[in-house]
């Protein structure tokens, strides 16, 4: 069985270090977590937001943020975040260079998309990034996600994983949620859709274990 790890926008400005930003709480935390998935994968993926200062959706304080829009690609206002050039763009420290990565995509570079999920780049999920052909490609059967945050971004990038047929670890610990009620409604849709879940890393170990004598 082959192995893939992926890291979900694993940046600063969905931390307490960018506090202007989204900063999730504990999201600075991850990285060693992430680094234990990536240990017991062959493969290792990323993905960063790379957002433009005037995208469509940008409103100036938080107060106004989530508020529905009617964009095709847009669904939700959010105030400025992970925006090239800035710390908040920055992967956490003593993470790979995203060059480092097999294969890494960078999401929501035009001004009016903010796709969640790191495999397409359009909410209708018609236009691939080319991660799930990169996986086919290389064999993989299953892959290991973490990364921030758990109730957006991970959520919708391991409902895509999973619906194109990968077989789906969430390390819970590799995670941090902007919310605990959204946190909880991402687990259960994640479960509901066959996704595994596992809060320590025994329950990781184990679950690979299993997939491994399929």
Request: charged residues 15%.
């Given at each position: 069985m082959k192995i893939a790890s992926f890291d979900v926008d694993a940046q600063k400005g969905f931390t307490p270090l960018c506090p202007n930003e989204l900063p999730v709480p504990e999201g600075d935390a991850i990285v060693p977590a992430l680094n234990q998935l990536a240990a017991r994968a062959q493969l290792r993926i990323g993905s960063k937001d790379a957002h433009s200062p005037q995208a469509a959706w940008v409103v100036p304080d938080h107060a106004q943020m989530l508020q529905a829009l009617p964009l095709a690609n847009a669904d939700l206002t959010w105030v400025s975040h992970c925006v090239p050039g800035t710390p908040g763009f920055e992967l956490l420290d003593d993470l790979p260079a995203p060059l480092d990565y097999d294969f890494f995509v960078w999401k929501g570079v035009e001004p009016d998309l903010h796709p969640y999920g790191a495999c397409y780049h359009d909410l209708a999920e018609k236009r691939s990034t080319g991660v799930i052909e990169f996986l086919r490609q290389n064999g993989v059967d299953l892959v290991l996600v973490g990364g921030l945050a758990l109730d957006y971004c991970v959520k919708t990038t391991a409902l895509q994983l999973r619906r194109a047929g990968f077989e789906v670890?969430?390390?819970?610990?590799?995670?941090?949620?902007?919310?605990?009620?959204?946190?909880?409604?991402?687990c259960i849709a994640m479960g509901e859709h066959g996704i595994t879940l596992a809060a320590s890393l025994e329950q990781l170990d184990s679950v690979i274990a299993k997939e491994n004598l399929r």
């Open positions: 670890i969430v390390y819970l610990p590799a995670c941090r949620a902007i919310a605990s009620e959204t946190a909880e409604t991402a």
